[in-house]
């Protein structure tokens, strides 16, 4: 399985390690999207910016 993963909020004001992580998704503006796999270290990912993401089942 995949996840979809959207950033719905801006970077600009967040903390450093959340804008690292948003880039190793592959997000950099907002409106963009990814497919990544559903594995423990995206898991993560998706944990440390739940607040700026939505996240649907590809």
Known sequence: MA???????????????QIATAYSL???KVGDTTVQ???AQ??????KISHLIEVTEA
């Not at 979809?4 to 903390?15: A, D, E, H, V, W």
């Not at 995206?42 to 944990?47: A, L, M, P, R, Y």
């Open 3 to 17: 996840k979809n993963i959207k950033l719905t909020k801006s970077l600009i004001g967040r903390k450093k390690d």
């Open 26 to 28: 592959g997000l950099r």
């Open 37 to 39: 796999p559903d594995n």
């Open 42 to 47: 995206t898991q993560g990912k998706i944990n």
